[in-house]
């Protein structure tokens, strides 16, 4: 399976997320749902955020030019929220799996989703 697929097939065709990347440690896209413009200095800045996460309380979490205010996370997991859109990611061993999901998709449904593929992948060595 292609990481294209994993975005498409995985992700999107969950219709619990409605956009989705997976991004390399470094901020490389290796795959992204159409439309989803997100920066490599966004997911590098969002990778190094698991680390750090007091940082985000102050300056949220930006993708795709839009500031999301941050809401909690784990080392693995940061949660985000802007009006009706909210953001999971997920990070794995080597990626990061990036979701956008707007109401009425609960977060829950969204974690559940990002949550598995990203198991799936480190299970994998990613």
């Known amino acids: 399976m292609s990481w294209q697929d994993y975005v498409d097939k995985q992700l999107l065709a969950s219709r619990c997320v409605t956009k989705a990347a997976i991004a390399g440690h ?3 896209v290796w795959a992204k749902s159409e439309g989803f413009e997100v920066s490599k200095e966004e997911l590098a800045k969002l990778v190094q955020s698991f680390e750090e996460q ?3 309380t102050s300056s949220g979490v930006t993708l795709a030019g839009s500031r999301y205010i941050y809401l909690s996370g784990t080392d693995r997991v940061i949660r985000a929220k802007l009006g009706k859109i909210g ?3 997920m990070k794995t061993t ?3 799996v990036v979701s956008l999901y707007e109401d009425p998709i609960q977060p829950q449904q969204a974690a559940s989703v990002v ?3 990203g198991e799936y992948l480190v299970s994998c060595g990613y």
């Open 26 to 28: 470094d901020g490389n």
């Open 54 to 56: 007091d940082i985000l």
């Open 87 to 89: 953001v999971h990611c």
């Open 94 to 96: 080597q990626a990061v």
């Open 115 to 117: 949550e598995k593929l």
